[in-house]
């Protein structure tokens, strides 16, 4: 459960105590904020536990104290926390007789509480409903794929009505039910085919909510239904309902996710063989970067061998469209001139040659896949990108204007941790983009220096114009301002050190640094300063 006023009042540590408000402790708290702002309104959104010492109220002013409270109350705020001991050694009366009036639970904060423990207490509670929440949700989607495949899609509505502690109901393409659980909602679902019908007209995925089928028998029983579309094509194969007595929660929400995801795979019967592998691709390498290794290991069973548990690369490609096809010339995405095609193909083979697994996923513009460290597939996504980085001949697509291509390489990575694989290779992908290469390996981009990354008109721009002032005034013959801030930097800030390196008195260069400091409009006091002119200097330095 979410954390409440009630729930922090009673915690042993924290030490509330309840001075207005008694019968409003039961209300959610969504978070705790700090502010001693006259009017924290504008920055409110609605559910907070404001917390305040009146560093800048008159709380000992009835009228003022009034409009203050309500001001909160209307925008939401479920809870005050006044620290006594700070600025007042009790709450004013004011205060209290304000929040009683609107009805807003005020908490005292003795001063032995920081207001950290309470915004610490508010954070830990949240976050442990939402582990709650999301390990539910996954143990749902455990349940739903056991019962797909063990029972088909009857067991799987069953598994998932009792999930959501509400029914659930598939439908063809005509609209005209298909299963139901439990079997009591036969006539619920019927009532909803016309819905159905609509939704089948939206493009898939397509979704929608009705206002309830209700029984003329029952009308007590009426309920909240989710319509969701079942398949990949255009137009949706079937459907899936699901009715409950209120909104679904999160864990709630994960299950009817992956009962979308699992009945579209089983659902998708006119698809050929490959078409479905593409969805189950999808789905473990959505489970991997979910963070549920062994749950991609039950979908994935034996199909891709032991790719999921040996050490892999993830390879995220991106497709860069040539100038003809920018203008609207050319073949469509996914025709000729399609580099990913052509990447997938070269990797899918050598891997095949070489007894390998590889699990490739398209994403639009982009290319997902996942290879054995070490692999053929590895090594033929590097030798065609530099191929086609060095313009030796690569395989190309089929006809048409030829697509540029941009790839990123993750380092070595295991199933626990292919969210941080997958990350590592989209961060290479962006270096990869910016430099104009066709393909940039995430362990290289350790290896060397940051200077490098510095080697952009932009950055050199950025230093000239924050050096060019110290340049005119050294020109000038009145100083080297330049060479001794280097220096100073150099050392840290250390004065005896920097002046000997430099052959002057420490308190010439104190007099330069305070020059500096003149000229620039900065302090080098600020480490941000200090940080940006170091990079400037190593920036200009190294052209």
């Not at 019968?23 to 305040?52: C, F, K, N, Q």
């Not at 989607?141 to 998932?160: F, K, N, S, V």
């Not at 203008?327 to 990797?347: K, P, Q």
């Amino acid at each position: 459960m979410r954390p409440t006023l009630a729930s922090l009042v009673h915690h042993s540590a924290l030490k509330l105590t309840v001075r207005a408000g008694e019968d409003r402790l039961d209300t959610p708290v969504r978070w705790a904020h700090v502010s001693e702002l006259a009017d924290p309104v504008p920055y409110m959104e609605g559910g907070e536990l404001l917390l305040i010492t009146a560093l800048k109220l008159d709380a000992e002013d009835p009228a003022a104290m009034h409009r203050y409270v309500k001001r909160l109350a209307d925008a939401g705020v479920v809870g005050l926390g006044f620290a006594v001991g700070v600025n007042y050694d009790e709450i004013p009366g004011a205060l209290v007789d304000a929040a009683r009036k609107e009805g807003l639970p005020l908490l005292e904060v003795p001063r032995r509480t920081p207001f950290l423990a309470i915004s610490k207490a508010v954070s830990a509670a949240i976050a442990a409903d939402q582990y709650r929440a999301v390990t539910a949700g996954f143990a749902a989607q455990r349940e739903l794929t056991r019962r797909a495949l063990t029972d088909g899609p009857e067991g799987l509505l069953a598994a998932l009505a009792s999930q959501v502690d509400g029914w659930a109901a598939l439908y063809d393409a005509s609209g005209a039910v298909v299963a139901t659980a439990p079997e009591w909602a036969g006539r619920r679902a019927g009532r909803l085919t016309a819905d159905v019908r609509r939704l089948r007209e939206r493009p898939a995925p397509a979704s929608a909510v009705v206002g309830g089928a209700e029984d003329p028998e029952h009308p007590e029983n009426a309920d909240r239904v989710e319509l969701h579309s079942l398949g990949t094509s255009r137009r949706p194969r079937s459907a899936l309902a699901v009715g409950t007595a209120a909104a679904l929660g999160t864990a709630e929400r994960y299950a009817v996710h992956s009962a979308v995801a699992l009945l579209t795979l089983t659902t998708e019967r006119s698809r050929s063989l490959y078409e479905a592998g593409l969805r189950i691709d999808e789905a473990v390498l959505r489970m991997l970067l979910a963070g549920e290794p062994d749950h991609a290991r039950t979908v994935a069973g034996d199909l891709y061998g032991g790719l999921l548990d040996a050490p892999f690369r993830i390879i995220v490609a991106e497709s860069v469209p040539s100038a003809a096809r920018a203008h609207g010339r050319g073949s469509a995405a996914g025709t000729g001139g399609d580099r990913l095609g052509a990447l997938a193909e070269v990797v899918e083979s050598a891997a095949a040659r070489a007894g390998e697994a590889v699990l490739a996923v398209p994403e639009g513009e982009r290319l997902v896949m996942l290879a054995t460290d070490g692999g053929a597939a590895v090594a033929a996504c590097v030798e065609y990108a530099s191929a086609l980085e060095t313009g030796r001949p690569a395989p190309d697509p089929a006809g048409g204007d030829e697509d540029g291509l941009t790839v990123g390489l993750s380092a070595p990575s295991g199933p626990i941790a292919a969210s941080a694989a997958y990350k590592q290779a989209e961060q290479a992908l962006s270096v990869a983009r910016r430099r104009g290469r066709v393909c940039v390996e995430h362990e290289h981009l350790a290896a060397g220096s940051v200077l490098p990354l510095l080697a952009d008109d932009a950055v050199r721009a950025f230093a000239d114009g924050l050096l060019r002032a110290l340049r005119d005034h050294d020109a000038t013959g009145r100083g080297d301002l330049v060479a001794s801030l280097r220096a100073w930097l150099s050392r840290h800030g250390q004065w005896d050190a920097a002046a000997a390196d430099l052959g002057v008195h420490r308190h010439t260069l104190r007099y330069r640094m305070r020059r500096v400091e003149e000229i620039l409009g900065r302090s080098l006091d600020d480490p941000d300063v200090r940080m940006e002119l170091w990079l400037a200097l190593k920036t200009t330095s190294a052209e």
